[in-house]
Each structure stands twice: as C-alpha cells, then as structure tokens.
C-alpha cells in the first residue's frame, strides 16, 4: 500500500509574505489540507533615488562588475522597473550579459529569465550560507560583486563576502516596510491569543522581527513571545530566519531542508503527523 504524505489536516497556517505575493503560497496550504491565513509582514516600495542603479548599469556596460547577485524575485521587478523609468532597460540586459549572475532559488532564476538574462548559478541551498558555499570554491578576492536588493536587508551576506576578500555593493532597488493596517494588526492579535493560528511560516528575519514589532503596541515582547512559544507550531524557511528567531528567544519547530515555501509545508504535515 502506497503510504500517502502527511496533510495540514484543516489546520490554518499564517503567511508573513508581503500583500500580492503570497496568493501562490495560500493555494498550497490548501492543497495541503491546511487553511491559509494572511498576515503581510512586509510592506514592500520602490524606491525614488535612482543614482545608485543608474551608476549601476553603467558599470555593469563598462565591464567593470564581475558579479551580481540577485536574492530574490522582488530584486528583479525593482531593478527592471527602475531601468525602465531611466529609459536603461537594454542597457541593464547588455551589461548583465557581460557578469556572471548568480540568482538565489529558482524563482529568482526564472524570473531573471523572463527579462531574457541569462543565469549561470543558482546555489543548491537558496540562503545566504547556500551562496556563501557555492562561491568558496572560486577565488573572489578582489573581485566587484554587487547585490541589487532591500534597503533593510541584513548585512549578514555582504559582511561575509568582503571577509572572503571581495569588494560588495549593495544596490537598493526597494524597500521593505511596517504594514500599517491597523484592523489587521488588532485581528492577528485577537486571533494568535485565541488560539486561532496553529502555525506561523516565517520566510525571512525581517518577517519575523516586523511581526513583533506590529503586535508589540498590543501586548509586552515577553507575553507574545509566550503566546507564540506555547500556542503555535513556528516554521522557519532557512537558517538565518532561524537565526532571527532564536535571537528573540522564540523556539523554532520546523525547518526544511530545502529553503523553499513548499518544502516548509511538507516538514510542517510531517512535524504534526508525528504529534
């Protein structure tokens, strides 16, 4: 008899994934068995200061990048969208064909495609440490990487590689904010301590230090990080999300081995189908 994968058995799962981006990820808590919740822990926007991606590109046409990292879907949409307002696009797609672009997880890779650029490395671990291990096998002392990302995202990768001996950039492309919906933030709220949410799917550190910070007007650190301890199974997607948690003193029950949405989901049904 085949032995059938564990399901979320009705169970409602929170999504911290930004407003617009988490429709896919609801379809296969569904799938799933599960029911999804949506709670957008970040509020994401372009940015309006242009020079930094305008010295980018040209950079990039002058040959003088080696490589450039992409961490993530919204990566590409902002800094495509930035080169279209500056009338660049077919600037940014030359220079790009001239570096060795790495793109963190396949949907970064495919919509890296979609913009016809080509890819020559998605590191087999979609995180950071996945990066940092694909690149200690080239010599990148010395070489120019730069990272089109989040005005707020951790300086973890950027640290790591100038330690490695390279020299990094960071080109903020856009930002990631607090939500400001405040009938949202009063309904989790009301929902976590009733015991509402069964799990919580963290995909970043910043997803999970915003989560706190938007409950925090409702309730102490202390009681929270008690609500979420006892009441609710923590999913983290990788290890610096992890790594986040853990830093607040929040235990974290589910960790795939894979750094993929879909994966956290499968370790999750695991997890419970084991309680």
Known sequence: MVQKAPILKGKTVAITRPAGQAEEAGKLITEKGGVPYYIPAIEIKGLSNFKPIKKFITE???????????????GVKYLFGAAQTLKQT????????????????????EALKENQVHVDMVPTKYSS?????????????GKKIRIPRTSNATPTLTEKLKEMGADVEEIYVYESGLPVDEKLKAKFYEDLTSGKIDAIVFGSGLSAKNIFKMLSEKAPMENLRKIINEKVTTVAIGPTTAEALKEMDVKVDVMPK?????EALAE????WSTR
């Not at 077919?90 to 890779?109: C, D, M, N, Q, S």
């Open 60 to 74: 990039l046409q002058k040959g003088q990048v080696d490589y450039v990292i992409l961490m993530s879907t919204n």
């Open 90 to 109: 077919g600037e940014l797609k030359e220079g790009l064909g001239r570096t060795f672009v790495i793109a963190v997880g396949p949907r970064t890779a």
């Open 258 to 262: 894979d750094y993929l949405f879909e």
């Open 268 to 271: 999750l049904a695991r997890y």
């Open 129 to 141: 440490e996945g990066l940092i291990k694909c690149l200690q096998g080239k010599d990148i002392s």
